[in-house]
């Protein structure tokens, strides 16, 4: 008889996790096209990014999962120096894409916007602009 994971925990006490979403991946994608200290450390990651949870029920931004044994990216901990300026349909600004790393791995992509009314999904990556600081 198989017993079912708990809610919130896996095997080995590591979070039950889901695939990346096609426009998740092409956003992280974009948002490390940018060259920066531990980029290409952080692209090799993707392959085996997983989503553990969002931010909230309508939220796109969400918590990530790099399982041991990748590559650590050589980078600090907090947001990594390339951010994805967002702009809406009609050109004007609408918000940015922080990517958030935690011991060298990939751990949060965030969608932060400007305005009364937050998005519900992740902007196409054709509306991204992306800077390093």
Do not use: C
Request: hydrophobic share 40%; charged share 20%; proline share 11%.
């Amino acid at each position: 008889m198989n017993s079912p994971i708990p809610a919130g925990g896996g095997a080995r006490g590591r979070p039950a996790t889901r695939p990346l979403s096609p426009l998740e991946q092409r956003v992280l994608a974009k948002l490390l096209s940018a060259e920066f200290p531990g980029a290409q450390e952080l692209r090799n990651q993707l392959a085996h990014t997983r989503v553990t949870r969002p931010w909230g029920s309508e939220s796109p931004s969400v918590d990530l999962d790099v399982p041991p044994g990748v590559p650590e990216a050589r980078i600090d901990d907090g947001i990594v120096p390339a951010t994805g300026t967002v702009m809406d349909d009609a050109g004007e600004l609408f918000g940015e894409l922080l990517l958030w790393v935690s011991g060298g791995r990939l751990s949060a992509l965030e969608f932060s916007w400007y305005g009364d009314t937050a998005p519900t999904e992740l902007p196409d990556p054709d509306l991204v602009t992306v800077s390093v600081q």
